[in-house]
Nanobody, 124 residues
């Protein structure tokens, strides 16, 4: 079982930067696939980025070159560095985890564990 707690959401101006954090608590040391998703009002939850147990990363085309996913395994913390933010990045951002030896998913339904979300609002 894995518990996830996000933080770092805020209101920022377009062009600004934010770093989201997700601390994860787990009861064994199974390999994890970790990801960020986001959901805007009235829209489906969409994939943002993932990092697998080997450190391999994947990004949605909409954030490629602007967002960076990373993790500090010593602190059991996942990060999402977001630069050059746009109003269309406004959403609730969720951290997700799935036990998996290698690789990762870009589909929300493949993840078992979710955080409560942190709100990011980007104004023009």
């Amino acid at each position: 079982q894995v518990q996830l707690v996000e933080s770092g959401g805020a209101s920022v101006q377009a062009g600004g930067s934010l770093t989201l954090s997700c601390v994860y608590f787990r009861y064994d040391y199974s390999s994890l696939c970790m990801a960020w998703f986001r959901q805007a009002p009235g829209k489906e939850r969409e994939f943002v980025s993932s990092i697998d147990s080997d450190g391999g990363t994947t990004y949605a085309d909409s954030v490629k070159g602007r967002f960076t996913i990373s993790q500090d395994t010593a602190k059991d913390t996942l990060y999402l560095q977001m630069n050059s933010l746009k109003p269309e990045d406004t959403a609730m951002y969720f951290c997700a985890a799935e036990m998996r030896d290698s690789g990762c998913y870009d589909t929300a339904r493949r993840y078992t564990y979710w955080g409560q979300g942190t709100q990011v609002t980007v104004s023009s």
